[in-house]
């Protein structure tokens, strides 16, 4: 394997070919790299793992979990939990066998007091349902933690469809995760938010105190794809692996 050592994280990310296509990202199913240039590229795990280490994060949150070996059981943290309600894998081996909605009421009704340092959201990929997720999270995260999403970054309107199901089966889907994403940076001075540009596009939602983030103007009120597609950079935050430290660190 070709690396590149990473002084702030101590890791080793993987160099790959990729074609620098607005939107093009390897998922979690696909393996497909094709030659251009070659790009950085981290895992939505990698990111996860990075936030922790660097802040010393205690508590982890995994909203969404499916197969565990995707995501979870490679983040790195003291104290992990998962949520999913088990409908697309069936052996569902997590802390919370249900969906967000009925977490966040069992937090409410026995863990009122408890916090998460990150909680990553990779349940149902609708927006009116990531827009509470979000919501939630925000309510137990350490004011200091953060949230990361998955899928914020769709390649094609396909992608970007409202229904997982295409013909009765499950085809790769990013959904509408990116508006959720949208709005939030048109209206949430309170936060910051951006989408680094790999693994289908890994939001990150941080708390900004000052309450003076710049809003995006606010040009897309119907959530067309095309117009999103037409200025993703601005509207999403979309930023480069290679500019992740600024952003967090500005």
């Not at 990698?46 to 660097?54: A, Q, T, V």
């Amino acid at each position: 394997m070709v690396g590149q050592f990473h002084l702030s994280a101590l890791i080793y990310w993987p160099l790959r070919l990729s074609v620098r296509t607005p939107g093009f990202h390897p998922g979690k199913r696909s393996s497909i790299l094709l030659g251009a240039t070659i790009n950085f590229i981290m895992y939505r795990f990698d990111i996860i793992n990075k936030l922790i280490k660097e802040n010393d994060f205690k508590k982890y949150l995994e909203i969404g979990v499916c197969d565990p070996t995707h995501c979870f059981d490679k983040v790195q943290c003291e104290h992990k939990e998962g949520v999913d309600p088990g409908v697309e894998f069936e052996e569902n081996p997590v802390d919370h066998t249900m969906t967000s909605d009925e977490f966040f009421r069992f937090m409410d009704d026995r863990r009122p007091n408890d916090r998460f340092d990150v909680v990553f959201i990779d349940g149902l990929h609708k927006s009116y349902q990531v827009k509470k997720d979000i919501h939630n999270s925000l309510r137990y995260l350490n004011p200091n933690g953060y949230i990361l999403l998955h899928d914020c970054n769709p390649p094609n309107s396909f992608m970007a469809r409202e229904d997982y199901l295409v013909d009765g089966e499950y085809r790769e889907w990013n959904g509408t995760v990116w508006k959720a994403i949208y709005e939030l940076r048109t209206s949430r001075t309170d936060l910051k938010v951006c989408v680094v540009d790999t693994d289908w596009g890994i939001g990150i939602v941080q708390n900004n105190f000052f309450m003076d983030t710049p809003l995006v103007q606010r040009h897309n009120p119907f959530y067309e794809f095309n117009i999103m597609d037409a200025n993703r950079e601005e509207d999403l935050g979309l930023i480069q692996v290679e500019e992740l430290d600024n952003w967090l660190y500005e």
